[in-house]
């Protein structure tokens, strides 16, 4: 994560899996839009894209071939700083 005073942060996110089908990648964000998962609903990358735009930032494809993909997620700084709210690790 990266952090730019006036512009917020950067976070990206790299796998190292097959990369995404041609296919679906302009609609990777949509509802319903699954690829090489059996069980997959579709609905995971939908639901990330809502709750970063619902906090006025955006998701993206940065970069996705067979040997991985890494998703740029950038949020904008605070206006008001956060406090009394712990924040704990991610397990």
Request: no cysteine.
């Amino acid at each position: 994560m990266r952090r730019t005073p006036s512009k917020g942060f950067e976070v990206r996110v790299h796998d190292s899996g097959q990369g995404i089908p041609n296919g679906i990648r302009d609609s990777l964000f949509d509802p319903f839009v699954s690829s090489g998962k059996p069980n997959g609903t579709g609905l995971g990358l939908a639901i990330v894209s809502k709750i970063v735009q619902d906090h006025s930032g955006s998701v993206s494809i940065e970069q996705t071939s067979e040997s991985g993909t890494t998703v740029l997620v950038r949020l904008p700084a605070a206006e008001q700083g956060v406090t009394d709210r712990a924040i704990s690790p991610i397990r």
